[in-house]
């Protein structure tokens, strides 16, 4: 599918609104407005589209039907009619630990996907805190994990050490399973939950 960031530029065009007027409208940066409409992302949050739809003077619903060539009703036949079913919408949230625990959280925010071919249910987002794999990841990026998925050497994982998340690389050696970021190695077994990251997204003021 057509990333979403040309389509936004497509409507933005077809209603004669210009990123420097987008941008007082909606309160996002033209420069970010600029990379977005060229397709660098691949993913967007509930908050920058809802932004997007209230510059464009769109609901957050009617902006994301556009986005898949749906009308605007929003209703499921609507999707089923144009054989397309609708991104996955996924909770974003700060607090690793008591998610993996079970606990009701409540989402910081909301990423939304195209939707995969197997059950999103193991599918969640959460919010980096601290630089452990910059260049990679940065303070405040969001990171997709499936929890059901198998983890492969080399892949960006995220665990729960000492009551907190970390982010990092698995490195097998021999027989062993290493985790690894620039601040710390820790050995996998001495993690208390451990899911792949399959994603990222990154959160621009």
């Known amino acids: ?40 992302y691949p993913n967007y949050s ?7 739809a209230h510059g464009l003077n769109k609901t957050t619903q009617e902006l994301i039907m556009y986005i898949y060539g749906i009308s605007p009703t929003g209703a499921t036949e609507d999707w089923e009619k144009h054989a397309v079913s609708p991104p996955l919408k ?22 939304y996907v195209d939707r995969p071919v197997t059950a999103p249910f193991s599918i969640k987002a959460y919010r980096v805190s601290g630089d452990c794999l910059e260049p990679e990841l940065h303070e405040g990026d969001y ?3 499936d929890h059901d998925r198998q983890i492969d050497n080399g892949d960006k994982v995220v665990c729960i050490s000492d009551n907190q998340l970390h982010v990092a690389k698995l490195k097998i050696i021999g027989s062993e399973y290493w985790l690894e970021n620039r601040y710390a190695t820790r050995k996998m077994i001495d993690c208390q939950g451990i899911a792949k990251v399959v994603g990222s997204y990154r959160k621009y003021p």
């Open 1 to 40: 599918m057509e990333n979403w960031g040309i389509k936004v530029k497509r409507l933005r065009e077809e209603l004669h609104i210009t990123q420097e007027d987008l941008e007082k409208r909606s309160g996002i940066k033209r420069s970010y407005i600029s990379r977005i409409e060229l397709g660098h």
């Open 46 to 52: 509930e908050a920058l589209i809802t932004k997007f």
């Open 90 to 111: 996924i909770n974003v949230y700060s607090d690793y630990a008591r998610v993996h625990a079970g606990e009701p959280v409540e989402a910081i925010d909301h990423i």
């Open 143 to 145: 990171v997709i994990v």
